[in-house]
C-alpha cells in the first residue's frame, strides 16, 4: 500500500503539506522510548507516538519509516515539522489516542 492512498481515507491532519506520500508502507509501530524504536522499528512503517522533540526526525530517517504519526493531539514544534521537511519525512497529527490509531491503520489493512 501507498501511503498517500492510505492517508486519503483518514481525518488525519498531514503537517507536512510540501513531502511526498509517493512511499510504502508495511506496517505499523508503536512507541514512545526512542532507543526502543531505534532498534526495534523497521523500514516502511508507519511509527505513532506522542514525542514532538526533534529526536523524532533522526530515529524516523535511521529506520526509515514511511511516515510519523503524533497521535492524541500532542504537539510538535515548527522547527520539528520544518527539518522533518527538509528531510523528506511526512509527519500526520491524529486526535485519537495511540492503540486507537494504530487499530484504524489495521482496519484499514496496514
Not at 504519526?69 to 515539522?81: F, K, M, Q, R, Y
Request: aromatic share 8%; proline share 4%.
Amino acid at each position: 500500500m501507498k501511503l498517500h492512498e492510505l492517508f486519503n481515507e483518514l481525518n488525519w491532519d498531514n503537517l507536512t503539506p510540501d513531502v511526498s506520500l509517493d512511499k510504502d508502507v508495511e506496517g505499523v509501530y508503536c512507541g514512545d522510548l526512542l532507543s526502543w524504536v531505534m532498534g526495534n522499528g523497521l523500514p516502511n512503517q508507519v511509527w505513532i507516538t506522542v514525542q514532538g522533540h526533534m529526536n523524532i526526525i533522526a530515529v524516523a530517517g535511521l529506520r526509515e519509516f514511511s511516515c510519523i504519526v503524533i497521535a492524541d493531539n500532542a504537539s510538535i514544534e515548527d522547527t520539528v515539522l520544518q527539518k522533518a521537511t527538509e528531510e523528506g519525512i511526512p509527519v500526520f497529527a491524529s486526535h485519537l489516542p495511540v492503540f486507537e490509531s494504530a487499530k484504524l491503520l489495521i482496519e484499514k489493512g496496514v
